[in-house]
């Protein structure tokens, strides 16, 4: 059985109980963050070589965050 990382664990608290729990976010938010980690993740995986699976919070850096936004208004 394959373990679970650290970033899935955390995104998954974020969207599932931070934003709707903490924030009170409306459905609508949360919907538009998880589609933008959607995308992240492509991201990661086509540009970077980094399944989800093998995704880490170390592997998020703020060059790679930059090269992510560049990338999105590239498409």
């Not at 970033?7 to 538009?32: C, D, M, V, W």
């Not at 933008?36 to 995986?45: D, E, Q, R, S």
Request: aromatic residues 12%; without cysteine.
């Amino acid at each position: 059985m394959m373990e679970t990382t650290d970033f899935a664990k955390q995104l998954s608290n974020y969207l599932s109980k931070y934003l709707p729990g903490e924030r009170a976010a409306s459905l609508h938010t949360i919907r538009s963050y998880r589609d933008t980690f959607v995308l992240f993740i492509a991201y990661m995986k086509k540009q970077k070589g980094l399944v989800a699976e093998k995704l880490h919070l170390e592997n998020i850096t703020k060059p790679v965050i930059v090269d992510f936004l560049n990338w999105l208004q590239d498409r």
